[in-house]
């Protein structure tokens, strides 16, 4: 059964400094994993999708990377603004199905 | 091009009461998920419809929950016999295949009292 993990649950950092957010996965026969962004109160906002065989995406400031063989994916957001303040989830969907399987969650906060 | 939509945003109701959900995908999305979200947690699949039929339904944590989406469009979850434990926020998603992401709804706060 997959398992996937977020190390911290919180953390809080300075405006302007670069958040790195871990995400970890038990099985490695994922078909792709996605980052998602959520607000209090709100669904999730999709960020960045890496399928299996890649090994990074980007997007503006943000930068996923996908380790598939050691089970791991961070990602980067540059240069944090206090607009950044979310909770960030990670997500992966197995190859032999389709539901997306979710960490706890990193909650993100960017102090000015 | 609208968003997923669920509604009602809010549903307060009686242990014991029968409630649904509904969720309108992205239009031209067949593949439509279920999910449910408690506090602090990450969201937890309960099911998935290719079109019409549901393709997996493991998630449904047991017979009290159903979901139906006859046209292949908007989908209904069914809760019967509602319990203090169903309370959670009810996501809704939908992707064009696969190999695109999964678009969510705002989800509908359930709270059983």
């Known amino acids: 059964k997959q398992e996937v993990t977020q190390i911290p649950a919180a953390l809080s950092v300075p405006e302007g400094e670069n958040l790195v957010l871990n995400c970890s996965f038990t099985?490695?026969?994922?078909?792709?994993l996605q980052w998602f962004r959520q607000d209090p109160g709100k669904g999730l906002t999709s960020l960045l999708l890496i399928q299996s065989s890649q090994r990074e995406q980007t997007s503006g400031r943000l930068n996923a990377s996908l380790d598939k063989s050691s089970g791991r994916s961070t990602l980067y957001i540059a240069a944090s603004q206090p607009g950044d303040s979310a909770t960030y989830l990670c997500a992966v969907i197995s190859r032999s199905g389709n539901k997306l399987t979710f960490g706890g969650g990193t909650r993100v906060l960017v102090k000015p | 091009g609208a968003g997923v939509s669920q509604t009602p945003s809010n549903k307060v109701t009686e242990k014991g009461k029968y409630v649904e959900l509904r969720c309108d995908p992205i239009s031209g999305h067949t593949a439509l998920y279920w999910y449910r979200q408690s506090l602090g947690q990450g969201p937890e699949f309960l099911i998935y419809f290719q079109g019409t039929g549901a393709a997996d339904d493991s998630g449904l944590p047991n017979d009290r929950f159903f979901a139906v989406r006859p046209e292949g469009s908007v989908s209904t979850l069914k809760i019967q016999r509602t319990e203090r434990g169903d309370s959670a926020v009810y996501l809704c998603?939908?992707?064009?295949?696969?190999?695109?992401?999964?678009?969510f709804g705002d989800g509908t706060r359930l709270s059983i009292l």
């Open positions: 099985d490695s026969a994922i078909y792709n």
């Open positions: 998603a939908s992707s064009l295949t696969r190999d695109q992401p999964q678009h």
